[in-house]
Each structure stands twice: as C-alpha cells, then as structure tokens.
T-cell receptor
C-alpha cells in the first residue's frame, strides 16, 4: 500500500502522559499536514511541513504539542502532559508541490485521554 | 480572512433522487475550493476541486459542483443518490498564505434511504 499511513490507529492514555503519533506520507510528496478532528466537526489545521521545514503552525498547537519531520520523510506529532481536551482524531495528509490542496489523508490516529 | 460555511449539518435523500449539499465561502481573493468525502472509518478523499478554470467542476462518483462568484457559493450536487454515497462531506477553501493552509467546513452528513 503506497498511501499515507498513521500509527498507532488508536491510543488510550491517562491524563498527564505523553503520546507520540507517526505519519508516513506518500513517498514523493514533499508537503505534510497535521489536523485534529473532534466529533461532529471538520478537521482543524495544526501544522504544515514542506520537506523538513515546519512552515506554519496554528494557534491550536499549544506548547504541549510538537511536530517534527527530521529528514523530510515521516513526521511525528508529540503531545506532552495530555489533557482530556486533547481527545480527538489526529489526521495526517500529504501532497505534492504541484497540486495545491489535493491532499491525501491517512486514516487517522484516535486519541482517548482518560 | 477566508472561511467556508456548510449550510446543512444533515441532509437526507432517497436512493435515486438528487443530492444538493450547500457551501458558501468567504475570500478576499480568488479562492481555491474543494469538496472532500469521509466514509465511516475511512480516510478523507478528494471529490473535486475548483481552481479558477471552468466554473462547473466534475468529480468522482458522479458528483459535480458549480462555482458561483456572485453568490459566493460552491454547492455539491449529484443527479441520483446511491446508498454508497452516505458519508460526511466537507467543503474546503485554501488560504492564500505561503503555507496553503486548508480550512474545512463543519461538514454535512448525507443519509441515503432505500
């Protein structure tokens, strides 16, 4: 399968713990996006990478959130000291530089904070 | 600022009847607009896109959308609904910042009755 893959698909954690999600984009795509989606809402933009450079971050991305894309391939999204309000689906998408807005999404990582 | 408003949170149609999902946008510039579909437990998938070429855009699975600048609308239509069309649909606008941040509407849940 050459689509966008995310791991883990589900994560249950206790409040205060750290969690990390991984995203492997389509290999030839240089742009990578992270979104958060809560029940009944559309995805909310969190951050965006072009190659290894993080070019934009949403105000939603508090100090407890950090994202990296060290070699311009896979990306990680870490949430430190999780709170119950962090419970959501975290979506990763990738795109080529040629087709703006044509995003290919993974199936998401669902986080439940108890 | 750019935004999209999906006018209906839920739409219910009978199989074989037309589908209309409404989206209005706000943009200071000529927008790039998209429709994405999310089936249960599946990743988001691009249905169609408008990027200032033809105002009537055809997408996958028989869907199409018409860009109407005078009405700031980009409604999604399909002549005949199929059971497999039941899903969540999102209208999306691209910002004109360097990061090409995507802004999703809140979504419209489409129900298709047999």
């Amino acid at each position: 399968d050459t689509g966008v893959s995310q791991d883990p698909r589900h994560k249950i954690t206790k409040r205060g713990q750290n969690v990390t999600f991984r995203c492997d984009p389509i290999s030839e795509h240089n742009r990578l996006y992270w979104y958060r989606q809560t029940l009944g809402q559309g995805p909310e933009f969190l951050t965006y990478f072009q190659n290894e450079a993080q070019l934009e971050k949403s105000r939603l991305l508090s100090d407890r959130f950090s994202a990296e894309r060290p070699k311009g391939s896979f990306s990680t999204l870490e949430i430190q000291r999780t709170e119950q309000g962090d419970s959501a689906m975290y979506l990763c998408a990738s795109s080529s530089g040629l087709a703006v807005g044509e995003l290919f999404f993974g199936e998401g990582s669902r986080l439940t904070v108890l | 600022a750019q935004s999209v408003t999906q006018l209906d949170s839920h739409v219910s149609v009978s199989e074989g009847t037309p589908v209309l999902l409404r989206c209005n946008y706000s943009s200071s510039y000529s927008p790039s607009l998209f429709w994405y579909v999310q089936h249960p437990n599946k990743g988001l998938q691009l249905l169609l896109k408008y990027t200032s070429a033809a105002t009537l855009v055809k997408g996958i699975n028989g869907f199409e959308a018409e860009f109407k600048k005078s009405e700031t609308s980009f409604h999604l239509t399909k002549p005949s609904a199929h059971m497999s069309d039941a899903a969540e649909y999102f209208c999306v606008v691209i910002t004109n910042t360097g990061g090409f941040k995507t802004i999703f509407g809140a979504g419209t849940r489409l129900f298709v009755k047999a």
